[in-house]
Protein backbone atom coordinates (compact mmCIF):
# COMPACT_ATOMS: atom_id res chain seq x y z
CA UNK A 1 0.00 0.00 0.00
CA UNK A 2 1.29 3.51 -1.23
CA UNK A 3 1.83 6.33 1.05
CA UNK A 4 -1.43 8.15 -0.46
CA UNK A 5 -3.45 4.87 0.25
CA UNK A 6 -2.30 5.07 3.45
CA UNK A 7 -3.65 8.64 4.52
CA UNK A 8 -6.93 7.83 2.77
CA UNK A 9 -7.28 4.73 4.46
CA UNK A 10 -6.24 6.63 7.98
CA UNK A 11 -8.69 9.48 6.73
CA UNK A 12 -11.81 6.76 6.41
CA UNK A 13 -11.07 5.20 9.57
CA UNK A 14 -11.49 8.72 11.42
CA UNK A 15 -14.57 9.75 9.50
CA UNK A 16 -15.84 5.92 10.33
CA UNK A 17 -14.85 6.58 14.35
CA UNK A 18 -16.44 10.07 14.10
CA UNK A 19 -19.95 9.71 12.31
CA UNK A 20 -20.50 5.69 12.46
CA UNK A 21 -20.47 5.27 9.00
CA UNK A 22 -19.03 2.44 7.34
CA UNK A 23 -16.45 3.09 4.76
CA UNK A 24 -18.76 2.57 1.88
CA UNK A 25 -21.26 4.76 2.94
CA UNK A 26 -18.89 7.22 3.37
CA UNK A 27 -18.17 6.34 -0.50
CA UNK A 28 -21.77 6.74 -1.03
CA UNK A 29 -22.51 9.86 0.36
CA UNK A 30 -19.32 11.61 -0.96
CA UNK A 31 -20.41 10.64 -4.45
CA UNK A 32 -24.06 12.19 -3.78
CA UNK A 33 -21.64 15.18 -2.07
CA UNK A 34 -19.65 15.75 -5.55
CA UNK A 35 -22.88 15.51 -7.11
CA UNK A 36 -24.69 18.05 -5.09
CA UNK A 37 -21.63 20.50 -5.48
CA UNK A 38 -20.85 20.44 -9.55
CA UNK A 39 -17.42 18.53 -7.91
CA UNK A 40 -16.25 21.60 -6.05
CA UNK A 41 -14.74 21.18 -2.73
CA UNK A 42 -17.61 22.81 -0.61
CA UNK A 43 -21.23 23.16 -1.22
CA UNK A 44 -23.11 26.21 -0.21
CA UNK A 45 -27.25 26.68 0.42
CA UNK A 46 -28.14 27.08 -3.48
CA UNK A 47 -26.90 23.87 -4.19
CA UNK A 48 -29.24 22.57 -2.07
CA UNK A 49 -31.94 24.62 -3.37
CA UNK A 50 -32.10 23.63 -6.24
CA UNK A 51 -32.61 20.12 -5.46
CA UNK A 52 -36.18 19.37 -7.03
CA UNK A 53 -37.52 17.20 -4.23
CA UNK A 54 -37.33 20.33 -1.52
CA UNK A 55 -39.26 22.35 -4.06
CA UNK A 56 -42.50 22.03 -2.23
CA UNK A 57 -41.32 21.23 1.34
CA UNK A 58 -42.99 23.67 3.44
CA UNK A 59 -39.79 23.20 5.60
CA UNK A 60 -37.17 23.18 3.12
CA UNK A 61 -35.54 26.55 4.48
CA UNK A 62 -35.28 24.69 7.73
CA UNK A 63 -33.71 21.90 6.67
CA UNK A 64 -31.35 23.32 4.66
CA UNK A 65 -30.00 26.28 7.12
CA UNK A 66 -29.53 22.56 9.49
CA UNK A 67 -26.57 21.82 7.35
CA UNK A 68 -25.62 25.12 7.68
CA UNK A 69 -25.64 24.87 11.41
CA UNK A 70 -22.39 24.79 13.45
CA UNK A 71 -24.84 23.03 16.29
CA UNK A 72 -25.15 19.94 14.26
CA UNK A 73 -21.18 19.49 14.03
CA UNK A 74 -20.64 17.54 17.05
CA UNK A 75 -19.15 20.39 18.69
CA UNK A 76 -19.70 23.40 21.12
CA UNK A 77 -20.19 25.97 18.66
CA UNK A 78 -22.92 28.49 17.30
CA UNK A 79 -23.38 30.06 14.01
CA UNK A 80 -23.61 29.06 10.67
CA UNK A 81 -21.61 28.16 7.76
CA UNK A 82 -21.48 30.01 4.37
CA UNK A 83 -20.13 26.87 2.88
CA UNK A 84 -19.15 23.60 3.86
CA UNK A 85 -16.89 20.68 2.89
CA UNK A 86 -17.63 17.06 3.17
CA UNK A 87 -16.83 16.29 6.49
CA UNK A 88 -18.90 18.92 7.65
CA UNK A 89 -21.65 17.56 5.61
CA UNK A 90 -20.78 13.81 6.88
CA UNK A 91 -21.34 15.14 10.16
CA UNK A 92 -25.07 16.46 9.56
CA UNK A 93 -25.95 13.52 7.59
CA UNK A 94 -24.90 10.81 10.73
CA UNK A 95 -28.00 12.74 13.05
CA UNK A 96 -29.96 10.85 10.53
CA UNK A 97 -28.16 7.44 10.75
CA UNK A 98 -30.55 4.38 12.19
CA UNK A 99 -29.20 2.13 14.68
CA UNK A 100 -27.91 -1.33 13.88
CA UNK A 101 -28.88 -4.65 15.28
CA UNK A 102 -25.19 -3.92 17.35
CA UNK A 103 -26.52 -1.32 18.64
CA UNK A 104 -26.50 -1.53 22.89
CA UNK A 105 -29.82 0.53 24.79
CA UNK A 106 -27.27 2.99 25.64
CA UNK A 107 -26.03 3.74 22.37
CA UNK A 108 -29.81 3.84 21.24
CA UNK A 109 -30.48 6.41 23.90
CA UNK A 110 -27.57 8.43 23.08
CA UNK A 111 -28.93 8.05 19.21
CA UNK A 112 -32.22 9.28 19.82
CA UNK A 113 -31.38 12.09 22.03
CA UNK A 114 -28.83 12.98 18.87
CA UNK A 115 -32.09 13.33 16.95
CA UNK A 116 -34.26 15.38 19.30
CA UNK A 117 -31.08 18.25 19.30
CA UNK A 118 -31.06 17.97 15.80
CA UNK A 119 -35.30 19.03 15.52
CA UNK A 120 -34.63 21.23 18.47
CA UNK A 121 -32.05 23.24 16.52
CA UNK A 122 -34.10 23.50 13.40
CA UNK A 123 -37.18 25.07 15.68
CA UNK A 124 -34.90 26.97 17.54
CA UNK A 125 -33.60 29.84 15.03
CA UNK A 126 -32.06 32.36 17.41
CA UNK A 127 -29.67 29.85 18.98
CA UNK A 128 -31.04 30.68 22.12
CA UNK A 129 -32.08 27.40 23.89
CA UNK A 130 -35.62 28.27 23.55
CA UNK A 131 -38.13 27.41 20.93
CA UNK A 132 -40.43 30.52 21.34
CA UNK A 133 -44.26 30.82 20.25
CA UNK A 134 -42.88 33.03 17.61
CA UNK A 135 -40.22 30.62 16.30
CA UNK A 136 -43.21 27.50 16.75
CA UNK A 137 -45.98 29.81 15.03
CA UNK A 138 -43.60 30.32 12.00
CA UNK A 139 -43.45 26.58 11.68
CA UNK A 140 -46.52 25.65 11.93
CA UNK A 141 -47.78 28.71 10.02
CA UNK A 142 -45.59 27.20 7.13
CA UNK A 143 -46.54 23.17 7.67
CA UNK A 144 -50.01 24.60 7.67
CA UNK A 145 -50.32 27.35 5.07
CA UNK A 146 -48.61 26.23 2.28
CA UNK A 147 -50.65 22.94 2.13
CA UNK A 148 -53.29 25.15 1.11
CA UNK A 149 -55.79 23.54 3.86
CA UNK A 150 -56.31 26.77 5.31
CA UNK A 151 -55.14 30.25 5.46
CA UNK A 152 -52.35 32.58 6.83
CA UNK A 153 -54.67 33.57 9.72
CA UNK A 154 -56.11 30.17 11.21
CA UNK A 155 -52.81 28.44 10.63
CA UNK A 156 -51.71 31.21 13.28
CA UNK A 157 -54.59 30.60 15.66
CA UNK A 158 -53.64 27.14 15.11
CA UNK A 159 -50.14 27.42 16.29
CA UNK A 160 -50.86 29.72 19.25
CA UNK A 161 -53.14 27.18 20.38
CA UNK A 162 -51.16 24.58 20.51
CA UNK A 163 -48.15 26.48 22.11
CA UNK A 164 -50.61 27.54 24.80
CA UNK A 165 -51.27 23.32 25.15
CA UNK A 166 -47.58 22.55 25.26
CA UNK A 167 -47.35 25.29 28.09
CA UNK A 168 -50.16 23.83 30.36
CA UNK A 169 -48.56 20.70 29.76
CA UNK A 170 -45.00 21.53 30.40
CA UNK A 171 -45.98 24.52 33.18
CA UNK A 172 -49.22 22.94 34.39
CA UNK A 173 -49.59 25.33 37.18
CA UNK A 174 -48.96 29.21 35.29
CA UNK A 175 -51.17 31.56 35.90
CA UNK A 176 -53.47 32.96 33.20
CA UNK A 177 -51.53 36.08 32.57
CA UNK A 178 -48.01 34.35 33.25
CA UNK A 179 -45.52 34.56 30.27
CA UNK A 180 -45.15 31.24 28.47
CA UNK A 181 -41.52 31.96 27.48
CA UNK A 182 -41.18 28.67 25.04
CA UNK A 183 -39.77 24.88 24.75
CA UNK A 184 -36.93 23.87 26.37
CA UNK A 185 -34.73 21.24 25.14
CA UNK A 186 -35.84 19.03 28.23
CA UNK A 187 -39.61 20.18 27.36
CA UNK A 188 -38.53 19.25 23.82
CA UNK A 189 -37.62 15.66 25.32
CA UNK A 190 -40.60 15.45 27.55
CA UNK A 191 -43.16 16.06 24.04
CA UNK A 192 -41.98 13.67 22.05
CA UNK A 193 -41.13 11.10 24.54
CA UNK A 194 -43.73 8.41 23.47
CA UNK A 195 -42.45 9.08 19.95
CA UNK A 196 -39.48 6.13 18.51
CA UNK A 197 -37.21 8.32 16.70
CA UNK A 198 -33.74 6.17 16.47
CA UNK A 199 -35.01 4.53 13.28
CA UNK A 200 -37.46 6.90 11.61
CA UNK A 201 -35.82 10.04 11.09
CA UNK A 202 -34.76 9.44 7.52
CA UNK A 203 -33.71 11.79 4.59
CA UNK A 204 -34.90 10.64 0.84
CA UNK A 205 -34.17 14.45 -0.51
CA UNK A 206 -30.50 13.83 -1.31
CA UNK A 207 -31.59 10.26 -3.38
CA UNK A 208 -29.84 8.27 -0.51
CA UNK A 209 -31.79 6.08 1.59
CA UNK A 210 -30.34 6.48 5.13
CA UNK A 211 -31.12 3.09 6.47
CA UNK A 212 -28.64 2.30 4.38
CA UNK A 213 -26.58 5.13 2.98
CA UNK A 214 -27.46 3.88 -0.75
CA UNK A 215 -26.96 6.83 -3.57
CA UNK A 216 -29.89 6.45 -6.09
CA UNK A 217 -30.56 7.47 -8.97
CA UNK A 218 -30.01 11.41 -9.35
CA UNK A 219 -32.53 13.99 -10.49
CA UNK A 220 -31.07 17.00 -9.23
Known amino acids: MGASQTRSAHKYQDLVDRTGFSVEQIKNLHKRFRHLSGNEETISKENLDRIPALAN ?14 RNQHQDEVGSFEEIGFEQFLMVMSHFRPPTLKTTEDEKEA ?32 LLSKSGAMG ?32 TFEHFEQILKGLEMESRMHIRFLDVDTTTMRCGKSTS
Open 152 to 183: LEAAKAIADAAMLEVASTNVPHMAPDDFYEGI
Open 57 to 70: NPIKKQIVDAFFDK
Open 111 to 142: LRKEKLRFLFNMHDTDNDGTITLEEYRKVVEE
